[in-house]
């Protein structure tokens, strides 16, 4: 089998193989017997002796391996991962079952899992049959008060982007501002902007300017694009702070702006215009300083 045909499975296993090589039996064997068939107690019981059999290591990968990844399954990236969720999540993927009975045993794993086991399941969704059955399940992730639960969901993990409604979508990109998360890792954040969302996150700005508390230079990356007059007078008040980094972010959502009001605004900063046209600064970067 050429790299180009391989499955998530399939590599999620090679790489554990390839750390671990005395769990490599292990796993092929465990892989193979569950996709021959396998009861929900054999399921249940190779996903809990995933770790005790590989250890719980990080998961080492290279820019081949995220280049496999990103060819078996377009948006996934395993970067961050540890072996023992790699290893738990191909024994799950090689199950032999069918759409129902694959979302029943999932079910069941949420169901009695620890926050560990969660964040495994939760990175696994981009990987599953039938995503239209794991929309709640995911919803419900989206919504957790667990950061690194909600980061399993939100960062690197093109499903939420895919799969969620849009009020589904707008209340997790908030909740990653109410958790204090980045949003810079969460896939399609710019694809999915849409006008409700620029509403929510500058009446969410107002209320923590109205508190005294600093608002996320990241709130304003949503906000740009779909920016109405009211937003556009916000990004003028953010163009004005005294912190370099708010100064930046404003002018990048002013730059996004289709308005002509928001480019005369930027056209009276003629420096920030300057560092924004010159491609020295994205959101990201601003993100990581």
């Avoid at 671990?20 to 193979?32: G, K, R, S, T, Y």
């Avoid at 107002?206 to 906000?223: F, K, N, Q």
Wanted: proline share 6%; charged share 30%; with cysteine.
């Amino acid at each position: 089998m050429n790299d180009e045909a391989k499955r998530p499975a399939t590599l999620l296993s090679e790489w554990v193989g390839r750390q671990v090589p005395a769990a490599a039996d292990w796993l092929a064997e465990a892989m193979e017997r569950l996709g021959s068939g396998a009861t929900d107690r054999d399921l249940y019981l190779a996903v809990s002796l995933a770790p005790r059999k590989v250890g719980k290591d990080d998961l080492t990968l290279d820019e081949a391996d995220l280049s496999s990844a990103e060819r078996a399954r377009p948006g996934w990236s395993p970067a961050g991962w540890s072996v023992d969720q790699a290893a738990r999540l191909a024994v799950l993927l090689a199950a032999d079952s069918d759409d129902e009975t694959f979302a029943r045993r999932l079910d069941a794993l949420f169901r009695t899992g620890d926050v560990g086991e969660l964040i495994t399941f939760y990175r696994g969704l981009p990987l599953y049959p039938a995503p239209e059955r794991h929309v709640a399940r995911a919803a419900e992730g989206a919504r957790s008060n667990m950061k690194a639960v909600f980061n399993a969901v939100a960062h690197y993990n093109p499903y939420p982007a895919e799969m969620f409604e849009e009020g589904t979508w707008n209340h997790m990109v908030l909740k990653a501002l109410f958790v204090e998360s980045p949003l810079y890792p969460i896939r399609g954040l710019d694809d999915r902007a849409n006008p409700a969302l620029m509403r929510m996150l500058c009446d969410y700005a107002h209320e923590r300017w109205a508190a005294s508390r600093p608002v996320s230079i990241e709130l304003w990356r949503c906000v740009g694009p779909h920016a109405d007059a009211q937003a556009i007078d916000d990004l003028t008040r953010v163009i004005g702070s005294e912190d370099e980094r708010e100064r930046l972010a404003g002018a990048l959502a002013l730059k996004a702006s289709p308005d002509p009001e928001a480019a005369r605004r930027l056209a009276a900063a003629p420096e920030l215009r300057a560092k924004i046209e010159s491609g020295a600064v994205s959101w990201e970067s601003l993100a990581r300083r």
